[in-house]
């Protein structure tokens, strides 16, 4: 056989190998494809949370908590109404449809609501993420075919003129620029990868305001960022009755005695209080209790009228962030307590908070020298935006700081966590 026929064989021979393999590789390019669209429909971020105690809030502030349930079309909450005198226990599921997952502002899994049985479950999770996870993870097979499975997307949106992934910006009128605010993405996103099993700050927005949350980022996917060991704070009203004498909400443990309000702090993380109601009077703290540590007030109970406490007490929680509302925009770990201090700025000026910004002004003019009030007043305006004049007023309290029931600790480190968020945001409101 001549050189000219071996290769004439040769090319036929390959002619035909090509002509068989072709449907066995459609064949297995459509079984990945339909294999990437299923693990599509399986949202790996918030199946960590599959049966797991949780708490579900909506963007319209309506919150549910009960054990959590993945379904192909969405979620159920499992929980029980309370009985009553006239009724008993009533068992019920709330159903949450997967049409409305961009209605949720985030779902919590708070770290002290959980069985040793779930601890040891979500420290499971934890350990299965490591600082070189992210690096291997682009060799594993599942990957690629996330990949394989999103350019067919991707190239079915273009034929129909779409674009695939869709960005989501929100506008600020005062500064005239775009802020991204969420980032829809997808399954695969190569920032992420690099980041995962890694300290990270994500942008937040809920309900008009701009928060900041560090947590450690364990998973995402196309609708949800998955962090760990985040700290959330969480606004409390306590009713301290002298009454009563003692009581505890969360990690706050309040104590009467001897006409003097003892508060404890039980938590690794720091206590908030803003402010103490007494009757129809207001008293402006400011100030910060340490972790595992308690401060004794010297408060005149009123006449007339309730003794009630306003404070934010800080909780480590999993959360689930929307991606449509929430990017990563830091691989960082702030130092210290600066990571719990989430102090949310409002992306327009929110009018029903007139009336208090009134009634502090009224008090710093009648008492100009009172650095709790200032404080006040200057936490006030910076959750407006308005942060050059919030940072005059913690200048002004922090110019009388030995008059701050902790020396000024607190306002000293919202000043600081403010100077960060300008360097990264600028004003944002006038």
């Known amino acids: 056989m001549s050189v000219v026929e071996g290769l004439m064989a040769f090319f036929l021979l390959l002619f035909w190998l090509i002509i068989l393999a072709a449907p066995v590789a459609l064949i297995a390019l459509t079984v990945l494809v339909l294999i990437g669209l299923r693990r599509r429909r399986r949202d790996r971020a918030i199946r960590l949370l599959d049966g797991f105690l949780v708490t579900l809030e909506r963007d319209d502030g309506a919150r549910r908590t009960g054990v959590l349930r993945i379904n192909r079309d969405g979620l159920t909450l499992e929980y029980a109404l309370p009985a009553t005198g006239q009724t008993p226990t009533v068992p019920i599921t709330y159903l949450h449809y997967e049409a409305e997952w961009r209605a949720l502002n985030a779902i919590y899994r708070f770290e002290d609501e959980l069985s040793k049985q779930e601890k040891e479950q979500r420290q499971h999770q934890l350990d299965a993420v490591s600082p070189t996870w992210g690096s291997r993870r682009r060799w594993r097979p599942g990957q690629w075919i996330d990949r394989l499975t999103e350019q067919g997307i991707a190239l079915w949106m273009h034929l129909r003129g779409r674009s695939f992934p869709e960005a989501s910006f929100q506008r600020i009128p005062h500064s005239q620029r775009q802020l ?183 008090e710093m003019k009648q008492h100009p020298a009172n650095p709790s009030v200032a404080a006040a007043l200057a936490r006030h305006l910076y959750q407006k935006g308005r942060l050059d004049e919030a940072e005059h007023y913690y200048k002004k309290a922090l110019a009388d700081a030995r008059r701050l029931p902790d020396s000024g600790e607190r306002v000293q480190l919202e000043l600081t966590r403010l100077r960060m968020y300008r360097d990264d945001e600028g004003e944002l409101s006038s």
């Open 180 to 362: 991204l605010t969420g980032y829809a993405g997808d399954n695969v996103n190569d920032m992420l990868d690099e980041n995962l099993g890694k300290q990270v700050i994500a942008r937040h927005l809920a309900n008009n305001f701009l928060h900041r949350h560090q947590g450690l980022l364990v998973a995402y996917s196309r609708y949800f960022l998955f962090l760990a060991q985040t700290p959330v704070s969480q606004q409390v009203t306590v009713p301290l009755s002298p009454e009563k004498g003692a009581g505890q909400e969360f990690t706050l443990r309040w104590h009467w005695k001897n006409g003097q309000l003892e508060i404890r702090n039980l938590s690794r993380y720091p206590l908030l209080l803003d402010h103490i109601r007494l009757g129809e009077k207001v008293r402006d703290l400011s100030m910060m209790i340490a972790d595992e540590s308690a401060f004794t007030l010297y408060v005149e109970t009123p006449a007339r009228g309730d003794v009630i406490l306003a404070a934010r007490i800080i909780r480590e929680a999993d959360v689930l962030l929307p991606r449509n509302r929430a990017i990563v925009r830091y691989a960082a770990d702030l130092p210290g307590h600066l990571a719990a201090l989430d102090v949310g700025v409002a992306l327009t000026r929110p009018d029903e908070d007139d009336d208090e910004e009134l009634r502090l002004r009224r």
